[in-house]
């Protein structure tokens, strides 16, 4: 006669492993799937403030550039406002190539 113990195989708990594995595989999946639907959403929302502070930056450059031109031509008030600049900590690079929107 055979014992209860003898008949049983690995069957019903390995099935049991790879189906809870299976589902937290796919809980996982589904998490990081609407997180990144999320962080798309906010970085398109981002989108057009950063356009905007792009557009900002843009013009602040050009005006730095041009604040410089005048103080290197001998303009004092213009030289008064770089100088207040670099104790502040901005350094204005006349030659600098324009800054680029990040993608």
């Known amino acids: 006669m055979i014992e209860p ?14 189906l809870t594995l299976a589902g937290w595989l796919g809980f996982q999946a589904s998490f990081l799937w609407r997180e990144r639907v999320a962080l798309q959403t906010l970085r398109a929302n ?7 502070g792009f557009k900002v930056r843009t013009q602040l450059d050009l005006i730095a550039k041009q604040m410089s031109m005048l103080a290197a031509q001998g303009n004092l008030g213009a030289r ?3 100088d207040e600049l670099r104790k502040r900590g901005v350094t204005i690079n006349p ?4 800054p680029t929107l990040p993608q």
């Open 46 to 52: 981002q989108e057009v403030s950063m356009q905007n």
């Open 80 to 82: 008064v406002i770089i």
């Open 95 to 98: 030659g600098a190539p324009p």
């Open 5 to 18: 113990w003898e008949r049983r195989t690995a069957f019903f708990p390995m099935l049991l492993v790879s």
